[in-house]
């Protein structure tokens, strides 16, 4: 519990084996989160076993079916139990001691959906980023902030929080099937903002781990158009900004 909140934390995971024990501990530490779910996502490795034996509950895909299909798995997991549910990346990219700023503007009343942005003041991008992510995390914000009317710093960071009443409104669809990939993340901040609800960003930290480790698991062209979709399809069956339910 914090500041009245009850906190999930829910981690999509796939064959992390190297790197989940670490998040799902450095989660346990900060002493902010009532439960940790780790979806994991088809893993071929120990991941799932791993994330248990440091006291996370795991959910297992049988195959892997896509980051937004392990995120809609653990949002329906968690959705009536707990009021604020925050996602982490599986591969130790964040600091969750900065859980808190995201929860934060939520328990003061100031947002419902809160984006963690490394390039917001205060925030901090580093490690071994590829040149064309560094690319894709600055073109996105800019058509991301066109589509939506919105300004943003940061839509591709999937470090961030929101209250569950957010999965409770029905022009909210997680269970379309084009969402199953990097398509949910973008879709849902897109709703959020879009339908009015208060947002807000803080700056947080992105730290890519070594190529060696293996720095991200999104493949370049095929799933770059998975994270710009959502606002092709929404806007375009939004014309007049008015229907915001596909």
């Known amino acids: 519990m914090y500041r009245g909140l009850s906190v999930a934390t829910l981690i999509p995971c796939c064959n992390e084996s190297n790197k989940i024990g670490k998040v799902v501990s450095r989660v346990f530490e900060t002493n902010v989160c ?21 006291g996370a509950t795991v959910l297992r895909h049988a195959e892997p079916q896509g980051v937004g299909a392990a995120l809609r798995s653990g949002m329906q997991a968690l959705q009536n139990e707990y009021s604020v549910i925050v996602i982490l990346a599986g591969n130790n990219k964040d600091e969750p001691q900065e859980i808190v700023r995201l929860l934060d ?5 100031k947002a419902v959906f809160v984006q963690g942005s490394r390039f917001k003041k205060g925030g901090k991008a580093g490690g071994d980023m590829p040149l064309y992510r560094k690319i894709a995390t600055r073109v996105h914000p800019f058509l991301f902030s066109v589509v939506a009317g919105a300004w943003v710093t940061d839509s591709t960071n999937g470090f961030r929080a ?6 409770r409104d029905p022009r909210i669809r997680l269970n379309q099937d084009w969402l199953s990939g990097y398509e949910l993340e973008p879709y849902l901040y897109y709703q959020a903002v879009s339908l009015g609800y208060p947002w807000a960003e803080v ?13 991200t698991k999104m493949r370049p062209w095929i799933d770059w158009w998975g994270i710009l979709k959502p ?13 915001k339910s596909y």
Do not use: M
């Open 34 to 54: 009532d439960h940790v779910l780790v979806i994991d996502d088809g893993s071929s490795d120990a991941s799932a076993a791993i994330a248990e034996s440091y």
């Open 105 to 109: 503007p939520i328990a003061e009343g």
């Open 162 to 167: 929101f209250s569950s009443l957010l999965l």
């Open 203 to 215: 700056p947080v930290t992105k730290i890519y781990p070594s190529k060696q480790e293996g720095y």
């Open 231 to 243: 606002l092709f399809v929404l806007r375009l069956n939004s014309p007049s900004g008015d229907q």
